[in-house]
């Protein structure tokens, strides 16, 4: 008897569908997909118990005669291309044929549609993929796909679901996602009679990303454009102080389809570079257009995959539109002027600025930090040995002074090692320091990186270095403390040569900058605002964290109730 033998269709179906139909949110994607692609402008969705009882997905779209109906389901029938050359022409959301062969494998399928030159439409149903029934119905134009009991045939899939509530959440993700860059469609979501989302229909993408990320977030969106060897590129970047702690507010899209790419997600953090923290997401919305046909889309069947052609290009042309886009704008957000007469309970103080200061200066309806520096804040003191305390026209200004310490010796390294001028220190009695096996190998193979950042490290036998220069600027290092951060990041693969001077460059500056808890002179402090005040990115320290931040007369007052 042959051990070897060729599987049914409908196994071999079920097996397909797993590619695709992952969970009911899979199947929200696919469907709306095609909704999109049929040229609807308003889309429907409605679902219960997290998509595991039913998903019904209505649109206005072209809709499918009978013999469509009959094609649609079967493996690889798709109205989007012809020949295998088709795929590099590629510009609708569906075309691989099988995503409506793989739901219905794995539920029980309904689709009622109706064209618009036909009287009535037609219902058709299967079970399993097995065909029930077709016939004439009642029917507007466009179609309707009702999904009920998915994995109704496959328990072992179905016990894999997750919570309802987890469910639905992921089909909320799937939904916004999808709405974002097709905002002259309306969406609605209905969890039975329950709506979860709405999208009105409208041309400003804007309006989609302020339902997602919110109103204050999206009040605030950088909207940014560039255009680059036939890519084309549109942003919208929240500022940094804005970031999460997971990614799931990166909104990417290649020719109108939402891709989850690591590539694009690290070139759009290394966009923002040091304003963020380690392990800390920005919120942003990007959009590429680009020549289909230097687009791979067809690299996994849920079709969020993709491979550019020149990813590199892609990759810089990203880094380089944030960047820009961040450095052109206000380092902080806009703030409207208040009129504190109307809202104080009792009479405003002298230092308090009327609703006549405000309106006759156009400058004071902004508040931005860099215009608080530039003015020479008065210090007024130093709270925990740590923070800075200086009286600005609008309020309080709080430095952090270890970040913002931080910021300034990693600018004054970066510029002297781009400038060929590191002066270095030698020392008369060398430090003798004991390294890993690891560390040494490092040591050993990296001697000339060391030597570029005015690092002198001699072998003196098994795993004993002696130290004998550091640059002159760091003057508060401890090298048994500091070495084995720098060794480890010298010997990290893969590193590009400027990814590689940031983060060593981060390093030395962390470990010589002035620590939190120690007792500045006001000399001091004013000679840390003096240097802050000439440097170009002064408000986040190297490793992403706020420098300073500060308080409003006006939150002060409402802080002790003197303001309604």
């Not at 977030?217 to 940094?240: F, K, M, R």
């Not at 009479?347 to 860099?370: G, N």
């Not at 840390?528 to 007369?553: A, D, K, S, W």
Request: with cysteine; glycine share 6%; charged share 25%.
């Amino acid at each position: 008897m042959n051990r070897i033998r060729i599987l049914s269709e409908e196994v071999a179906c079920q097996i397909a569908a797993g590619e695709v139909v992952e969970r009911p949110a899979s199947v929200v994607r696919e469907l709306l997909d095609n909704s999109i692609d049929s040229g609807a402008d308003r889309i429907l969705v409605r679902i219960e118990k997290g998509g595991k009882k039913l998903i019904k997905i209505s649109d206005n779209g072209i809709g499918m005669g009978r013999d469509d109906l009959l094609l649609c389901v079967e493996r690889h029938a798709t109205s989007k291309i012809r020949i295998a050359g088709d795929l590099d022409q590629v510009k609708t959301l569906g075309f691989r044929g099988e995503a409506l062969s793989s739901i219905a494998a794995v539920s029980r399928m309904q689709i009622i549609s109706k064209t618009k030159d036909q009287l009535g439409g037609y219902r058709f149903k299967l079970n399993g993929s097995k065909l029930i029934s077709i016939e004439e119905a009642g029917a507007s134009i466009g179609t309707t796909v009702e999904i009920k009991d998915l994995f109704f045939n496959i328990p072992a899939r179905r016990k894999f679901l997750r919570a309802i509530k987890t469910e639905t959440d992921h089909i909320i993700d799937i939904v916004s996602r999808l709405a974002i860059p097709f905002s002259g469609i309306d969406f609605k979501l209905y969890d039975q009679k329950k709506m979860l989302l709405n999208f009105p229909a409208s041309d400003n993408p804007a309006l989609r990303l302020a339902a997602i990320m919110g109103s204050t977030v999206a009040g605030l969106l950088i909207h940014c454009q560039n255009e680059l060897d036939g890519l084309s590129i549109t942003a919208y970047l929240a500022p940094w102080e804005f970031d999460r702690g997971k990614g799931d507010h990166i909104f990417v899209y290649v020719n109108g389809r939402n891709i989850r790419d690591r590539i694009i997600t690290r070139a759009v953090i290394d966009g923002y570079g040091q304003r963020l923290m380690k392990g800390r997401y920005p919120q942003v919305a990007i959009f590429l257009e680009i020549d289909p046909s230097t687009v791979d889309v067809n690299i996994h069947p849920a079709k969020q995959e993709i491979r550019f052609h020149n990813s590199n290009m892609v990759f810089q042309a990203i880094v380089n539109t944030i960047n820009s886009a961040l450095k052109q704008s206000a380092s902080f957000p806009d703030r409207p002027a208040i009129d504190f007469s109307s809202f104080v309970s009792e009479p405003a103080v002298d230092y308090i600025p009327t609703s006549k200061d405000i309106s006759s200066d156009k400058e004071t309806e902004s508040w931005h930090a860099l215009e608080m520096l530039r003015t020479i804040p008065k210090i007024i003191g130093q709270l925990g040995n740590s923070y800075i305390l200086c009286q600005v026209k609008e309020g309080l200004l709080i430095i952090d002074q270890h970040a913002a310490h931080e910021r300034i010796v990693y600018e004054q390294l970066k510029k002297r090692i781009n400038e060929g001028k590191l002066e270095v220190q030698h020392f008369l009695i060398p430090h003798r320091l004991e390294l890993t096996l690891k560390e040494a190998g490092i040591v050993l193979a990296k001697k000339e990186e060391f030597a570029h950042f005015g690092i002198e490290l001699d072998h003196f036998g098994g795993n004993t270095f002696l130290l004998r220069s550091l640059p002159t600027l760091l003057k508060n290092i401890k090298p048994d403390k500091f070495l084995p951060e720098i060794i480890m990041e010298l010997g990290k693969k893969n590193l590009s040569a400027e990814l590689l001077l940031e983060r060593v460059l981060s390093t030395m500056a962390c470990h010589n900058a002035i620590r939190s808890g120690v007792s500045l002179t006001r000399e001091e402090s004013e000679k840390m605002l003096y240097q802050l005040q000439e440097l170009e990115l002064f408000t986040n320290c190297p490793h992403g964290r706020p420098v300073l931040r500060y308080i409003t007369y006006y939150e002060i007052e409402k802080m002790f109730k003197r303001v309604l």
